[in-house]
């Protein structure tokens, strides 16, 4: 079946450093690929998303390409900032509506 | 964007009893919502997908009689945990879908706690 495998957290860094996520993923047929963001007592926001082979999704200074030949959605940011703060959680969907998740890493950046 | 909002968003019940879970798209109309279960450190997993008007569909591994569904309408699905016990404490998430495999828009979350 379809799993997506992200890195343990807590991911901790200094603001302004840079930040990678590593998101593998196993899938039949060829899925979408999301990363979702969970901020403290909220739900979760779509962050970014790719539909197909070498597609990059990018939003708010995120980003992450679908790379079909490592089954990887790895996110990366340059330069992170405090409010950045979050878990983030990796995903795909084979069908249509449905997403299998990733256990999520929590990111703590300090100031 | 669209907003999801879930009530209570904690809740403590003893053992045996029921507990009833509000999910409710507060300025759209959701033809699908989803139920997600989180344990600490876990995924979100899937529970069951139901479409207004219709019954809901159970993933593989999810007492339908245990985890009672129902989508009246096209801005409220609730999730009903019966005769709860302690191993059903978790957090449960809701989500409600338009059309699109990315257009499914969060709830907060409920942190459910059976003593």
């Known amino acids: 079946g379809d799993s997506v495998t992200q890195m343990e957290g807590p991911v901790t860094l200094s603001e302004e450093a840079f930040l990678t996520i590593n998101c593998t993923y196993t899938?039949?047929?060829?899925?979408?690929l999301f990363w979702y963001v969970q901020y403290p007592g909220e739900g979760l926001q779509l962050l970014l998303k790719?539909?197909?082979?070498?597609d990059k999704g990018s939003n708010k200074g995120f980003e992450a390409t679908y790379r079909k030949e490592t089954t990887s959605f790895h996110l990366e940011k340059g330069s992170v900032q405090v409010s950045d703060s979050a878990v983030y959680f990796c995903?795909?969907?084979?069908?249509?509506?449905?997403?299998?998740f990733g256990k999520g890493t929590m990111l703590l950046v300090s100031p | 964007g669209a907003v999801v909002s879930q009530h209570p968003s904690r809740v403590i019940c003893k053992s045996g009893t029921s507990v009833k879970i509000e999910c409710r798209s507060l300025?759209?109309?959701?033809?699908?919502m989803f139920w997600y279960r989180q344990f600490p450190k876990q995924s979100l997993m899937l529970m069951a997908t139901?479409?207004?008007?219709?019954?809901?569909?159970?993933e593989q591994g999810v007492e339908k009689d245990k985890f009672l569904i129902n989508h009246a309408s096209l801005t409220l699905s609730t999730l009903t945990v019966t005769s709860a016990h302690p191993e059903d404490s978790s957090f449960y998430i809701c989500?409600?879908?338009?059309?699109?495999?990315?257009?499914?828009?969060f709830g907060p979350g409920t942190r459910l706690l059976v003593l």
């Open positions: 139901s479409n207004e008007g219709s019954k809901a569909t159970y």
């Open positions: 899938a039949t047929g060829y899925p979408s």
């Open positions: 790719a539909t197909k082979a070498d």
């Open positions: 995903a795909l969907s084979d069908r249509v509506s449905t997403l299998t």
């Open positions: 300025d759209f109309q959701a033809t699908t």
């Open positions: 989500s409600a879908g338009g059309q699109g495999r990315e257009t499914q828009y």
